[in-house]
């Protein structure tokens, strides 16, 4: 699955399992999923994977992890650790 897939979104995607966890609600998840899934499908790696189906080729995704995951959890709240 990794080699055929995008860095970027199987990092959203893990994210969003971890952190959805132990949300309150599950309109929480559908809230990040909607806005994940109108980011990522404007990404330039939505064209590539589009573009080397039909080409019958592997993808080369252009967008990287290092960049940033976008505004997806913009509104999560990073947790606090007591030490």
Same mark, same amino acid.
């Given at each position: 699955? /990794? +080699?055929?897939?995008?860095?970027?979104?199987?990092?959203?995607?893990?994210?969003?399992?971890?952190?959805?966890?132990?949300?309150?609600? $599950?309109?929480?998840?559908?809230?990040?999923?909607?806005?994940?899934? =109108? +980011?990522?499908?404007?990404?330039?790696?939505?064209?590539?994977?589009?573009?080397?189906?039909? +080409?019958?080729?592997?993808?080369?995704? $252009?967008?990287?992890?290092?960049?940033? =995951?976008? /505004?997806?959890?913009?509104?999560?709240?990073?947790? /606090?650790?007591?030490?």
């Amino acid at each position: 699955m /990794t +080699e055929s897939s995008s860095a970027v979104s199987i990092a959203v995607a893990r994210k969003m399992m971890w952190r959805m966890l132990g949300a309150d609600h $599950p309109m929480a998840a559908h809230k990040v999923d909607s806005r994940g899934i =109108l +980011e990522r499908g404007r990404s330039e790696d939505v064209k590539e994977g589009i573009n080397s189906f039909f +080409e019958k080729r592997a993808p080369q995704f $252009p967008d990287k992890v290092s960049d940033g =995951l976008g /505004t997806i959890f913009s509104d999560w709240d990073d947790p /606090t650790y007591d030490s």
